[in-house]
């Protein structure tokens, strides 16, 4: 029998099941269909899991240098199965709470593949949801007043290199490997690279990173790239940057060999495993487009500002959209996208105000435009920067690499963009971004009073360093 909605979701990941709870606290019925786990990429491939074997390695890397510490240890070793089963064991308790939010919310989760139907006997409108269920039964048939389309991504891989799951793995594949290899080549130095390289050399990995651009992470600051470059080759880590890989001469035998044409020259490269991280791919086929008005512009769906497509009572958020793939982005679009369907008049969302993060080892984050940008933009800028060498609290945590970089335009003294790389970053962007919300300057940031010893000293130096007022440099 079908069944009546106000709105329903088609994917259940950080974007669908974000706007499923908005919308029930807005009172609209509401369903969503998954046809794999509640909590998608972010949860079950992506976000949680990669931080949580981050985190192992971290520990793993500190570990070994305890004696810097004065702590003293030996035999330090990892055994991949548990660092695997904590993973794991995290992402089974995230997973329930969504299930619990769901519940809680009175939010009908079908699990199984949604199609959206072209005009049909039940709507004269596309949008119908038709459901192939993942338990074998009849399929369901939702009638939706509102659809949002919230079907994610999927790694995106190069001709040549496909996924094995042997020696050729995405992320995906990674994220399973029951063993450490001896030695890896990472196809992409952009943040998902990164944070592979990092964790991987910090777990005793011997990695190759190979990237196209000049730069790794090339779309961070100059600075914040070339900080990073320095500190990854100092872990022992191998960058070869400006680099094509060459597909068709990939051998998979007891390993991978590859050949990639750096600065003209075509040079061999060979290591036990090989990852694929070259950008994602959004899950824009078998779900029923074609049925609608819909457009897709290379590969993504496009939307308004208020993420309405085509057919304006069915919007499409998330990594399926394009842009920045973030989980925060992809759940904040989702309320958006929410509050106009509600007839809230929802202010559009700002993407220069999205923080950034990559949590490798230094980590880094950002909000804003970088100083080229800013310079490509007209700015006349001002930065100012603060080395974590000069902060108490990164001394004491014994990780003093790095800095905050913050460039103002020096007429209007407007923040313009906040970059960081080092100790914790990621958990101290949000005051850039709440300053740049606030339309705050550098000198507002700078009184606002930093306890010491905290690493957040080094926000309110770099604000000062704006203007040659910095205390401890
Ligand atoms: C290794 C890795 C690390 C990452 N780390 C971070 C991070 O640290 N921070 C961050 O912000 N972002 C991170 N991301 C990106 C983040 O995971 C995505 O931006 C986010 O998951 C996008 O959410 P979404 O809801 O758009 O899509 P997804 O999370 O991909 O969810 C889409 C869901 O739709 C379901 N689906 C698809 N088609 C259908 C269909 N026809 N019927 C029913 N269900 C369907 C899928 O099964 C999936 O569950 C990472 C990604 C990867 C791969």
């Known amino acids: 029998m079908a069944q009546e909605y106000d709105l329903v979701i088609l994917g259940g990941g950080t974007g669908g099941y974000v706007a499923a709870i908005r919308a029930s606290q807005l009172g609209l019925k509401t369903a969503i269909?998954?046809?794999?786990?509640?909590?998608?990429?972010?949860?079950?491939?992506?976000?949680?899991?990669?931080?949580a074997l981050l985190r192992s390695a971290e520990v793993f890397a500190t570990t070994k240098h305890s004696e810097d510490f004065g702590v003293i240890t030996s035999d330090v070793s990892?055994?991949?199965?548990?660092?695997?089963?904590?993973?794991?064991?995290?992402?089974?308790?995230?997973?329930?709470g969504v299930q619990h939010l769901m519940k809680q919310g009175k939010i009908d989760v079908y699990e199984?593949?949604?199609?959206?139907?072209?005009?049909?006997?039940f709507s004269p409108m596309p949008g119908t949801i038709s459901v192939e269920m993942n338990n074998g039964e009849e399929n369901e048939m939702l009638i939706p007043k509102n659809v949002i389309v919230a079907t994610g991504s999927r790694p995106r891989t190069l001709p040549g290199l496909e996924i094995d799951g042997e020696y050729v793995m995405s992320s995906d594949e990674a994220?399973?490997?029951e063993a450490l290899p001896s030695?890896?080549?990472?196809?992409?130095?952009?943040?998902?690279g990164i944070e592979w390289a990092s964790m991987l050399s910090d777990f005793g990995v011997e990695v190759t990173v190979i990237e196209y651009a000049d730069r790794i992470i090339p779309t961070e600051d100059k600075e914040i790239?070339?900080?990073?470059?320095?500190?990854?080759?100092?872990?022992?880590?191998?960058?070869?940057?400006?680099?094509?890989?060459?597909?068709?001469?990939?051998?998979?035998?007891?390993?991978?060999?590859?050949?990639?044409?750096?600065k003209g020259t075509v040079k061999e490269f060979k290591a036990e495993k090989l990852l694929v991280s070259v950008g994602r791919q959004a899950n824009t086929e078998g779900i029923g487009i074609d049925n609608t008005e819909i457009q897709v512009e290379k590969g993504f769906i496009v939307t308004n500002k208020f993420f309405q497509t085509k057919e304006s009572h069915i919007y499409a958020i998330g990594d399926v959209i394009g842009g920045l793939q973030l989980a925060h982005v992809a759940s904040h679009e989702g309320i958006v996208a929410v509050e106009h369907i509600a007839g809230k008049d929802p202010s559009p969302f700002d993407y220069n105000l999205v923080s950034r993060c990559i949590y490798s080892n230094p980590e880094v984050s950002s909000v804003g435009i970088t100083e080229d940008q800013a310079k490509e933009k007209g700015h006349k800028v001002?930065?100012?920067?603060?080395?974590f060498r000069a902060i108490g609290k990164a001394l004491v945590f014994g990780e003093s690499d790095g800095f905050v970089k913050i460039i103002a335009d020096e007429k209007t003294n407007d923040i313009l963009g906040v970059h960081m790389i080092g100790p914790h970053v990621t958990d101290m962007i949000t005051e850039a971004g709440l300053a740049m919300v606030l339309d705050a300057t550098p000198w507002e940031i700078a009184h606002t009073i930093h306890p010491h010893p905290t690493l957040s000293e080094a926000i309110g130096e770099a604000a000062l360093a704006v203007d040659g007022k910095a205390i401890h440099s």
């Open 112 to 121: 199984g593949l949604g199609r959206i139907l072209g005009p049909s006997i």
């Open 33 to 51: 269909v998954e046809k794999g786990k509640l909590g998608g990429t972010c949860l079950h491939k992506g976000c949680i899991p990669s931080k």
């Open 78 to 96: 990892v055994d991949f199965s548990m660092v695997q089963a904590r993973k794991n064991k995290i992402i089974d308790q995230l997973h329930k």
């Open 175 to 177: 994220l399973q490997l």
């Open 225 to 262: 790239s070339k900080e990073m470059q320095r500190l990854m080759k100092k872990k022992g880590i191998k960058l070869v940057t400006s680099a094509k890989v060459l597909s068709d001469t990939i051998v998979r035998d007891n390993g991978v060999s590859i050949s990639a044409e750096v």
């Open 382 to 387: 001002k930065t100012g920067k603060f080395s």
């Open 183 to 192: 030695s890896i080549i990472i196809v992409g130095g952009g943040v998902i």
